[in-house]
């Protein structure tokens, strides 16, 4: 009986759980429909911090009904919000507003003041000053009273307008200087303006335009780099927000007040975006991009490297480097990287970024991987092969406050080498050793560079000695031919008539280094040839001439260079890695075809 109560309680209980349970469920008065709504919620936008400062995003130029746009400013508030924005501007026209309106040109900013601050949005006052070509469009942020500017161009000149808007604490942007006729060139009546400090900004990149000769205006009359949106209808309808945002400019201010971001627009501490293009200064591009990745597992062994890097931002990086290299590195994913440390100082393009209207930003891969507390490598952006004389050479150092000291006689820098402190001239050709210092950490990696000059290079006035090259022999597992020293073994050295690795007692994992004085038959220019399966380097007169290292499959470089008559100095480096292996040295003798080097024109020196 007892267990007969104590079922029929369970049942009970169970039947009204399940009563209530389907009363919810089955409710045929009200029920949720899910994952259905767009949620009022916020993005948040990855962008990496630079030290000493706070990174914020910003759109300065949309537009609502109250002019030529499609919406409210309450929604210009809660879309910018969504997308992950810090900072708007609601930039009406300052023509008359829509006649069916009870409004003035402040009431969009008033309309908008309450929801930006509820979602804790800094809202700036704006208006844009719309005048005819060749005038233009202007935004003016951060003023007191748009009314005044709404004045027809009899009651207010252009020029004054600016003026008065500069002269009462405005930053004024000269919009869309591409549009309308495509032409980004700048009339006398801005270049004037700019020259006088009236104009502070211009935009780069406006809604789907982008405008190169503006990234040139503004290095030139030092203006701050603007990219907004010139949104009219809804952010939805002209950006398709799952798989972008829109155009905006990121600022690096000290603090997330108004404050603080009219002094760094003032200051030009901006970059412009756009659909994964950044635009601006090298000086905040350069550590924007170094601190958007974290290094982790960097394993330096000797001339080789490897590590994860881990993309924390929410920018694709596009590299591109000599001989056809293309790095991606995908916005918050993690790559491996695994290369001789040689190929970490080679200077590659950021792709994805724009200094001028030609120009990327660059910088080498070894710029990651310097330790915390060690200045970053210096490096040089352009390419010291075949340069004319007396052009400039500029060195880069990354680390604020560096200082960078060289040689050009081979010898490794230190504090009291040259002082880098305007671009290098040399004379000559030359090594070029950089280093950088700063109080406090440890110095930089010493980064090495050929500089080889488009002059005649005298010949060496030396006893020509023996025919034939001195060869020294090493066995090991070579991925470069910097690394016979430190990872083969040598196992022989002698003379050889001419460059061979026929004589190799083994067939894979060696190297071989030859060196002596080529004998030149007529001054002229000269190209050498090296087809190699795997890695090779020829150094004539003690500059770099061809680099063809690495593990690879038969391969010829070339390069050129203008010799005298007579003897030159040089090296050649050769190792194979596994399989096929071949060598082959080849020039070039002006007025004649290509050819293997004899036997005849090597000499020992000795």
């Known amino acids: 009986?007892?267990?007969?109560?104590?079922?029929?309680?369970?049942?009970?209980?169970?039947?009204?759980?399940?009563?209530?349970?389907?009363?919810?469920?089955?409710?045929?008065?009200?029920?949720?429909?899910?994952n259905y709504e767009v949620p009022d919620a916020r993005r948040t936008l990855k962008m990496p911090q630079i030290e000493g400062y706070k990174t914020l995003t910003a759109d300065f130029h949309m537009h609502t009904y109250f002019s030529d746009g499609e919406v409210t400013p309450k929604t210009r508030v809660i879309e910018a919000w969504r997308e992950g924005l810090d900072i708007i501007?609601?930039?009406?026209?300052?023509?008359?507003?829509?006649?069916?309106?009870?409004?003035?040109?402040?009431?969009?900013?008033?309309?908008a003041k309450s929801t930006a601050k509820k979602r804790n949005m800094i809202l700036i006052p704006a208006t844009e000053y719309t005048q005819r070509e060749p005038?233009?469009?202007?935004?003016?942020?951060?003023?007191?009273?748009?009314?005044?500017?709404?004045?027809?161009?009899?009651?207010?000149?252009?020029?004054k307008a600016i003026e008065n808007a500069a002269g009462e604490g405005a930053f004024v942007i000269l919009n869309h200087p591409g549009w309308p006729d495509r032409n980004s060139d700048l009339d006398p009546f801005h270049t004037d303006?700019?020259?006088?400090?009236?104009?502070?900004?211009?935009?780069?990149?406006?809604?789907?335009?982008?405008?190169?000769?503006?990234?040139?205006?503004?290095?030139?009359?030092?203006?701050?780099?603007?990219?907004?949106?010139?949104?009219?209808?809804?952010?939805?309808?002209?950006?398709?927000?799952?798989?972008?945002i829109r155009n905006h400019t990121i600022i690096f201010a000290k603090d997330q007040s108004e404050t603080a971001i009219k002094e760094a627009l003032m200051e030009g501490r901006t970059l412009a975006y756009a659909k994964n293009t950044l635009v601006g200064d090298p000086k905040w591009l350069l550590p924007?991009?170094?601190?958007?990745?974290?290094?982790?597992?960097?394993?330096?062994?000797?001339?080789?490297?490897?590590?994860?890097?881990?993309?924390?931002?929410?920018?694709?990086?596009?590299?591109?480097?000599?001989?056809?290299?293309?790095?991606?590195?995908?916005?918050?994913?993690?790559?491996?990287?695994?290369?001789?440390l040689t190929n970490a100082d080679l200077v590659f393009e950021v792709m994805n970024t724009w200094i001028n209207s030609t120009e990327h930003l660059s910088l080498p891969l070894s710029i990651l991987l310097d330790e915390k507390d060690q200045v970053a490598a210096p490096f040089v952006p352009q390419e010291l092969l075949?340069?004319?004389?007396?052009?400039?050479?500029?060195?880069?150092?990354?680390?604020?406050?560096?200082?960078?000291?060289?040689?050009?006689?081979?010898?490794?820098?230190t504090m009291h080498s040259i002082k880098y402190e305007e671009p290098i001239v040399p004379a000559t050709s030359s090594v070029l050793k950089i280093r950088s210092f700063k109080d406090g950490m440890a110095p930089s990696r010493i980064i090495s560079k050929n500089i080889l000059l488009n002059i005649l290079h005298p010949s060496k006035k030396i006893k020509p000695g023996k025919k034939g090259v001195r060869y020294t022999f090493y066995e090991?597992?070579?991925?470069?031919v910097h690394e016979f020293e430190s990872h083969g073994k040598k196992l022989g050295e002698g003379i050889f008539a001419q460059p061979t690795i026929l004589e190799s007692p083994v067939k894979d994992?060696?190297?071989?280094?030859?060196?002596?004085?080529?004998?030149?038959?007529?001054?002229?220019?000269?190209?050498?040839?090296?087809?190699?399966?795997?890695?090779?380097?020829?150094?004539?007169?003690?500059v770099t001439l061809i680099d063809n290292d690495g593990s690879h499959s038969l391969k010829k470089v070339s390069g050129r260079m203008q010799l005298e008559k007579g003897f030159h100095s040089f090296e050649l480096r050769y190792f194979d890695d596994y399989a096929e292996e071949d060598m082959k040295l080849l020039w070039t003798i002006p007025g004649k075809t290509e050819a293997i080097i004899s036997a005849d024109h090597f000499f020992t020196g000795e």
């Open 89 to 111: 501007a609601i930039s009406d026209h300052s023509t008359p507003v829509p006649k069916h309106l009870d409004a003035d040109h402040n009431t969009s900013y008033e309309m």
């Open 135 to 159: 005038f233009g469009h202007y935004n003016f942020l951060f003023i007191k009273d748009a009314n005044p500017y709404a004045a027809t161009e009899a009651e207010l000149h252009p020029g």
């Open 1 to 34: 009986m007892k267990l007969f109560l104590n079922t029929l309680m369970c049942g009970l209980v169970i039947l009204i759980i399940a009563q209530n349970t389907f009363a919810q469920v089955k409710d045929l008065h009200f029920q949720w429909i899910e």
């Open 288 to 340: 924007f991009f170094v601190n958007s990745f974290e290094v982790s597992q960097l394993k330096i062994d000797g001339t080789r490297f490897s590590c994860e890097l881990t993309n924390h931002s929410d920018i694709n990086w596009v590299l591109y480097g000599p001989e056809f290299r293309r790095l991606v590195i995908p916005a918050n994913r993690t790559i491996i990287l695994n290369d001789n």
């Open 476 to 480: 090991g597992q070579f991925l470069s």
């Open 193 to 244: 303006l700019m020259k006088r400090g009236k104009i502070h900004a211009i935009e780069v990149l406006n809604s789907f335009e982008f405008y190169p000769m503006a990234i040139d205006h503004a290095n030139q009359h030092k203006l701050t780099m603007i990219s907004a949106s010139d949104i009219h209808s809804a952010i939805g309808e002209a950006y398709d927000l799952t798989r972008n």
């Open 386 to 413: 075949r340069i004319d004389l007396h052009t400039p050479i500029k060195i880069v150092s990354p680390t604020p406050g560096s200082q960078v000291f060289y040689t050009l006689d081979g010898s490794e820098p």
């Open 509 to 542: 994992h060696f190297g071989y280094t030859f060196s002596g004085y080529l004998q030149v038959p007529v001054s002229g220019e000269y190209i050498f040839s090296l087809a190699t399966d795997d890695g090779s380097a020829l150094t004539i007169d003690g």
